[in-house]
């Protein structure tokens, strides 16, 4: 069977008559062949049993060893080794610096067992199964290194508010809700963001309960903000949590929204969300299951071959060693713990869960959080917010809890990684991840502790990151979404260590990128274009001016306009080697893993995607419209573009 890709605008009349055309070259080659032998032999007769010199016949055993010789050495070079999967006729971004640009793979198994040209390969194997790539684009597999697969399976199934403009404009989506469901079912959506919605004033006020207690007075509402650190609910949600907590106390981490009276007005900040949380019925294993399922095909078609994903609990860690024990794991996942608990105190005892043949699911690390969100200025801060000076966010975990649990991990073999926006929570990081160095310094050092976001910092906490062995953990669609009102947030100066990969790369760290779906769209390719142009869709910022009329900012304004030609803080762009390299070998480094994966190199796994554009030379806004053609992951095409077509040729 050969298997060729084919763009619709090609028809695959063309495949066929290629076929046709290398069958007919190659029996026209073998009767030549068969020809030149008969002659050969014949005059070997005629030289034998005629009168000849012995001179001659001496030329004659030269001239049949020579022949035998070469006849020898094509017979064994002609012996092509079978693959099961040729990819020839592409452009291969390898991410492999002794050989960074490629034509095609060849593949056995779940394994590359030859990068080259297509000339080369195509000498030295074959295989049923061919994709001709047509000059299209392959990379590696892409990997998001911070993401939320259950989180995105919950979005793809609850109400989605993303990208909604009004308070009217949700209360609309939930009463078509209601209207679906039983009274007392609860209503549960994702993907607001009041940063998004006008007010009239120019202020960008939180929401409050009694919008939705008009559409749904029988039925508990519970809408997750788009960072997932903060949630906006009904008055029947609170009616039902009351009976199990104090509102009129604020808890720990956390912060509830009040009235002016002092009493809740439906939002729920960071801990405080537990109140809520507490008393809304979980998915059922049956229903996870079909959620995760959804997810992975969201992955798939966005060229996402592994992830890792940011806290699971028990339930997550038997469902995926599930499929992955019965070969049913579609995507490769990387799982960090959520938080101490029941699987922490299992996995502390066993060590960590490495599936060393397929590498298809692994458990090594422990996710913690330290502080809440930016845009819900949860995010922990050492000076407070510009936009509201009695604020400086909030810790969620003592910093002493960060420390022991770091200590139980060094000590067991696995890696931390703690999420922290502020510059006070990655402060507090640092300096908790410090201290447990200092009691198991080896263990540290090959650690590779993490800092998940690590958005804004402080200039003179940068350089601790590479001297205590730490990576940032990045999203560049974070800086894109949030650009628009962190300034407000931060003020001129102290944005300046926000977002800041290139200082990091300057500094001699590496910078592994993610999505931190489903906070943005899955697609990593979003994140590639917002790394490497720090604009929006419509290229804006371009300059100052465009920053001045469409931005919020604090009351100092922009400072220096040379921060925004051609990006938001142009100067820390990432290059587009270093942006496929944070999605790719850089993100496998980040999990162990650099050399199975992250690049396309003999022996590793084949993790591969064909994109319709050459996101690597292409117009910046073509990054945008590139369409993921092909998804491979182990040598098995998982996911293929409705646009293209694999014709079969026997």
Not at 365 to 370: F, N, P, S, W
């Amino acid at each position: 069977m050969i298997l060729h890709y084919s763009p619709r605008e090609e028809g695959t009349e063309i495949v066929a008559k290629k076929i046709v055309t290398v069958n007919r070259v190659s029996s026209l080659y073998a009767e030549l062949i068969f020809e030149k032998v008969l002659a050969f032999r014949v005059t070997l007769f005629y030289i034998f049993t005629g009168q000849h010199s012995d001179d001659m016949k001496t030329l004659v055993y030269i001239t049949l060893a020579v022949v035998l010789s070469a006849w020898t050495f094509i017979s064994i070079v002609s012996q092509k080794q079978s693959v099961d999967l040729l990819l020839i006729n592409a452009t291969v971004y390898t991410v492999d610096e002794e050989n960074p640009v490629a034509e095609a793979i060849a593949v056995r198994g779940s394994r590359i067992v030859a990068v080259g040209s297509t000339q080369d390969i195509q000498n030295q194997y074959t295989s049923q199964n061919i994709i001709d790539a047509r000059g299209k684009t392959i990379i590696p597999g892409l990997i998001d290194a911070h993401a939320h697969v259950l989180g995105l399976g919950e979005a793809l199934t609850e109400l989605n508010l993303i990208g909604t403009q009004s308070t009217q404009h949700i209360a609309k989506i939930v009463a078509e809700k209601v209207k679906q469901v039983k009274p007392g079912d609860w209503i549960r959506g994702y993907g607001w963001d009041q940063n998004d919605w006008g007010s009239g004033t120019g202020e960008k006020l939180f929401p409050t309960a009694s919008i939705l207690d008009k559409v749904a007075p029988n039925n508990p509402v519970i809408l997750s903000r788009i960072d997932g650190h903060a949630i906006w609910v009904n008055s029947k949600a609170m009616e039902l949590a009351y009976s199990r907590s104090d509102m009129n106390v604020d808890v720990d981490g956390g912060k509830i929204i009040r009235d002016r009276y002092g009493r809740p007005s439906g939002i729920f900040v960071d801990n405080a969300e537990t109140i809520i949380t507490s008393v809304v019925p979980e998915y059922t294993r049956e229903e996870k299951l079909t959620m995760y399922m959804r997810a992975f095909d969201e992955c798939l078609k966005y060229g996402i071959t592994g992830v890792h994903d940011m806290g699971i609990d028990k339930t997550d860690f038997e469902i995926y060693k599930e499929l992955a024990d019965n070969q049913t794991l579609p995507v490769r996942i990387y799982g960090l713990i959520g938080g101490s608990g029941t699987l922490w105190d299992e996995m502390r005892r066993s060590g960590p869960y490495i599936d060393a043949l397929h590498y298809q699911f692994i458990v090594r690390g422990i996710k913690l959080y330290v502080d809440g969100a930016l845009g819900s200025r949860g995010a922990a801060l050492i000076e407070p917010y510009s936009d509201e000076p009695e604020n400086r966010g909030l810790i969620t975990t003592v910093p002493d809890s960060l420390r022991i649990i770091t200590e139980q991990a060094l000590e067991a073999g696995f890696q931390v990684a703690i999420h922290a926006i502020g510059d006070r929570a990655n402060r507090v990081v640092l300096d908790e991840y410090e201290k447990a160095s200092l009691k198991y310094p080896t263990e540290a050092r090959s650690a590779r502790l993490r800092i998940e976001h690590a958005q804004v910092i402080s200039p003179e906490d940068i350089p601790r990151f590479k001297k205590l062995n730490v990576i940032p953990s990045m999203q560049p669609t974070h800086a894109t979404s949030d650009m628009y009102w962190a300034q407000a947030r931060l003020g001129p100066e102290r944005i300046l260590g926000a977002y800041a990969w290139r200082s990091f790369l300057n500094d001699g760290n590496i910078v592994v990128s993610g999505s931190d779906f489903p906070v943005e769209h899955a697609n990593p390719l979003l994140g590639f274009y917002a790394a490497v142009t720090r604009q929006d869709k419509d290229g804006i910022p371009k300059d100052a001016n465009d920053v001045q009329l469409k931005f919020q900012l604090s009351a100092d304004g922009i400072g220096n306009p040379n921060h925004f030609e051609n990006g938001w803080y142009a100067e820390q762009k990432l290059t587009r080697e270093e942006a496929l390299r944070s999605f790719t070998i850089w993100a496998a480094f980040a999990e162990f893993t650099a050399n199975q994966k992250g690049s396309i190199e003999e022996g590793k796994l084949a993790d591969l995607v064909i994109l319709s554009n050459d996101i690597m030379k292409c117009d910046p806004k073509e990054i945008l419209t590139t369409a993921v053609e092909i998804t491979i992951v182990g040598g098995k095409i998982r996911y293929q573009h409705s646009s293209g077509s694999l014709s079969e040729r026997r």
